[in-house]
C-alpha cells in the first residue's frame, strides 16, 4: 500500500536517479515578501519549502517550477493558490554532491481548510520527468504547525495516522464499500 510522505519526510529515488532525494518541509502560516497577491484575497498565506539533497556522485541539473506542484487542502482536496510572484522555484541549478538546493513556496487557501495540507511534487532532473510523490501535513489553527516535521508521539495522533488508517480501511474494505 503506498501511503504519503509526512511533511519533514525525505524520499529517496531510486534507479536513474539514485542518491537524490527530496522534501517538503517548513509548513507553516506566513505572509508572501512582495505583498498579497489580488487573486488571494479573503485567503490565508502558507509558505513551505522543497529541499533536493544530491547524495550520488555525479552532480544533477534540478528544475523546480509552478506547474511541478499541486498543493490541496481541507478534507475534499480542493486546490490552493500558488503565488507563484513570490515564490522561489529552482530553475536550472546543477546540484553537485553533498550539496542542497532548496525553494521557498507560497500558496493561499481558505483557513479552515489549512488543517489538512497535501503537497505534491514532481521534480525534472536533466531534463528527465521523475515520480510524482506527496506529502501530507496541516496547519493547527489553535497550537504549533502539525506539519513541522515531527512525528505524533503515539499510532491515534496526526494527520500521517489519520492518512494511514484511512488507506488500510480503504484497502480492506474496498473503494465505495459501506463496511
Request: charged share 25%; aromatic share 10%.
Amino acid at each position: 500500500m503506498y501511503e504519503p510522505n509526512v511533511v519533514g519526510d525525505w524520499q529517496e529515488y531510486d534507479e536513474e536517479h539514485a542518491g537524490l532525494r527530496v522534501r517538503v518541509h517548513g509548513l507553516e502560516k506566513a505572509d508572501p515578501p512582495r505583498g498579497r497577491d489580488d487573486a488571494a484575497e479573503g485567503l490565508t498565506y502558507v509558505r513551505f519549502r522543497v529541499t533536493v539533497e544530491n547524495r550520488a556522485t555525479a552532480y544533477y541539473g534540478i528544475h523546480l517550477e509552478d506547474g511541478q506542484l499541486d498543493i490541496r487542502v481541507g478534507p475534499d482536496g480542493e486546490s490552493a493558490f500558488l503565488d507563484w510572484r513570490n515564490s522561489q522555484f529552482i530553475e536550472g541549478f546543477d546540484v553537485y554532491p553533498l550539496r542542497r538546493v532548496t525553494a521557498v513556496l507560497y500558496a493561499a487557501a481558505d483557513e479552515a481548510g489549512l488543517s489538512r495540507v497535501d503537497v505534491q511534487v514532481q521534480l525534472k532532473v536533466d531534463d528527465e520527468w521523475t515520480h510524482r510523490y506527496l506529502w501530507s501535513g496541516g496547519i493547527d489553527l489553535h497550537g504549533p504547525s502539525a506539519g513541522a516535521g515531527a512525528r505524533p508521539d503515539s499510532v491515534g495522533e496526526g494527520l500521517a495516522a489519520q492518512v494511514a488508517s484511512f488507506l488500510r480501511e480503504e484497502t480492506e474494505t474496498g473503494p465505495g464499500s459501506t463496511g
